[in-house]
């Protein structure tokens, strides 16, 4: 009986038993986490809803979801389902960081859902090895959150021209 528990264990634990694809799998799933980290972060200093930790799990599940179904032998057009529910679920995750404020037209979390949503498709990348892929887009969901929001801050800061209201930088 104990032989058959240890062959079971053996078998069920036996997806990583070639030091190849222990390797190749935890690149990825650490590349993931790495680069959500790097965008949780930045959305931790602008004091978002979703921050570090946030952007990390996403950037982890997405990506395990990604690398366990190649492991499974999911085909190309499996692969592209599961894509698109994983997408889609994410979209519904977003939605939670999103808050319409009072009977205004004021939303807040827009960008906070769109960096959740860039974070999965950077996990994407990094699931499917493309390593490189992932971490060219992090640098420019970074360079969109960061740079852009400063140009955004001094442009409402230039009095409007026209009448118009400056555009609202502090929304996110």
Avoid at 131 to 137: K, R, S
Wanted: proline share 3%; hydrophobic share 50%.
């Amino acid at each position: 009986m104990m032989e058959t528990i240890a062959a079971t264990l053996r078998q069920e634990f036996a997806d990583l038993s070639d030091p190849a694809q222990l390797t190749r799998v935890t690149l990825r799933l650490v590349v993931a986490v790495v680069l959500g980290a790097i965008v949780g972060f930045e959305r931790e200093l602008r004091g978002s809803s979703a921050g570090l930790r946030t952007h990390m799990l996403v950037a982890l599940g997405v990506a395990l979801v990604i690398v366990a179904s190649e492991q499974s032998g999911v085909t190309p057009d499996g692969t592209s389902r599961v894509l698109q529910g994983l997408l889609a679920g994410i979209g519904f995750l977003g939605a939670g960081a999103i808050l319409k404020q009072g009977d205004g037209e004021q939303v807040k979390g827009l960008t906070t859902a769109a960096s959740i949503w860039c974070t999965a498709a950077i996990a994407v990348a990094a699931g499917l090895g493309k390593e490189a892929t992932a971490v060219l887009a992090t640098f420019i969901t970074v360079v969109i959150l960061s740079l852009l929001l400063r140009i955004e801050r001094r442009m409402a800061r230039e009095p409007a021209s026209a009448g118009q209201a400056p555009h609202d930088p502090g929304r996110r």
